[in-house]
């Protein structure tokens, strides 16, 4: 009997032992699902907030054209109409002015905020900072040309007393025109680098935009910018992209780029003549630009860029193979002699080719022959293409 109760007891004893054990276990887990809860809510309100800002109407932006007595503000959004629309009381009346950028309210239209102007992000984008690394003496030829762009670029810049002494207002820019490859980008690039002022480069495609008067929006910020950090130059390269001819006949798109070439033709105008603002054109169509572009007070100086003649060919043959492994029997004058016809770009793919060929046989220095093989198929390839485009199929 007595050994029955023992063996009770300590059969209870144990049990007892696991049951605070478990009461333990369970207080702990308690603790951190607590511990949980508590995370969670907090998740769950980060949640709510970030869920309500998404849910929030987008903003519009508009413009202040008018600020009533009543302190009601006449607006233009790219809607159309204008509206006379209350504003926030959170937003100080002192920044309230007429011709200031501010975010709207999508249904009311009321006035939520006042933006700082902004340049297009394009057009912050165009302003070189790194200079490329073109040196005159990159150049082949095109002497009188670097002359002619130096005069025009830089000296009414660096030194514009000159052309007060004699009475003359500097030229306004250059429009560099020229075929293909024969060095325009390169000629301003080197003008770029040289240069002390703020270099701003934009290709006339980029100009070209999908909705009515950015385009010219863009033209207009662009040439601000260039004010902004004057002494500047603004290269427009490709620019018959929107400066080609205006026509009678145009469907909505050319009329956008009308648009923003009346905006360029405006900017030109514009400038105060000893502005610290040069303009730096660039085209390879000059027959398809619009006469106003050409005219004398716009461009005032057109600087053609002719094909290299057998100098320049030379001298654009040392400037490309300068760092190659030539065989001492590479002659550049025959070459250049051989090369008639050739742009820049041509000779400068002829060394690459030339280059091609060595390395396909296993050598490490450039020959003669080299060469002369990568003549033959630069400028083969280059009648072929001319082919393609003539008459093929007469
Ligand atoms: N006169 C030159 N001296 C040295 N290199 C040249 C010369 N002309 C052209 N090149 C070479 O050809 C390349 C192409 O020239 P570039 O881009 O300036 O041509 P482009 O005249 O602007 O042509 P496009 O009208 O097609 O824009 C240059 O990067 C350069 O390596
Ligand atoms: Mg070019």
């Known amino acids: 009997m007595l050994e029955e109760t023992h063996r009770k007891i300590s059969v209870l004893e144990e049990r007892n032992l696991e049951l605070v054990e478990e ?6 887990e308690k603790r951190f699902v607590e511990g949980e809860l508590v995370r969670l809510q907090k998740e769950l309100k980060r949640l709510k907030a970030e869920l309500e800002r998404l849910k929030a ?29 209350s504003t926030s009381d959170y937003v100080s009346t002192e920044l309230l002015i007429a011709g200031a950028r501010v975010a709207l309210n999508k249904q009311t239209l009321a006035v939520m905020g006042v933006l700082p102007p902004s340049l297009d992000p394009i057009v912050i984008g165009a302003e070189i900072i790194s200079k490329p690394d073109t040196l005159y003496d990159d150049i082949g030829g095109m002497e009188d040309q670097i002359l002619e762009v130096r005069e025009a670029v830089e000296d009414p810049l660096l030194r514009p007393e000159l ?25 301003a ?82 400038f105060n003549p000893l502005g610290e603002v040069k303009i730096i054109g660039a085209t390879n169509r000059p027959d398809i630009l619009d006469e ?3 005219r004398p007070g716009r461009f005032d100086r057109i600087i053609e860029i002719p094909m290299p003649n057998f100098e320049s060919r030379t001298a654009i043959y040392k400037i490309h193979s300068k760092r190659m492994n030539r065989d ?51 400028l083969d390839e280059d009648e072929d293409k001319g082919m393609a485009s003539g008459p093929m199929f007469a």
């Open 23 to 28: 009461a333990r276990r369970v207080e702990g």
């Open 57 to 85: 109407p987008p903003l519009i932006i508009g413009q202040i054209k008018d600020v009533l007595a009543d302190g009601r503000v006449v607006v233009k959004s790219s809607t159309g109409p204008d509206f006379i629309v």
């Open 163 to 187: 052309y007060k002494k004699v009475g003359i207002d500097p030229p306004k820019g250059v429009l560099l025109v020229g075929p293909p490859g024969t060095g325009k980008t390169l000629l």
């Open 189 to 270: 690039k080197a003008v770029a680098k040289q240069t002390n002022a703020t270099f701003i480069r934009f290709v006339g495609s980029e100009l070209v935009q999908k909705y009515i008067g950015e385009g010219a929006r863009l033209v207009r910020e662009l040439f601000d910018l260039a004010r902004l950090k004057a002494p500047s130059i603004v290269f427009i390269d490709e620019i018959d992209s929107v400066g080609a001819k205006r026509l009678e006949l145009a469907t909505s798109g050319d009329r956008e780029v009308q648009r923003t070439l009346m905006q360029l033709l405006a900017e030109l105008d514009g």
């Open 292 to 294: 106003a572009l050409l």
């Open 328 to 378: 001492p029997t590479v002659n550049l004058e025959e070459l250049s002699a051989k090369s008639e016809g050739s742009t820049g770009a041509d000779i400068k793919a002829i060394c690459t080719e030339a280059g091609m060929f060595a390395i396909r046989e296993n050598r490490d220095i450039v020959t003669m022959v080299d060469f002369e093989k990568a003549i033959l198929k630069v």
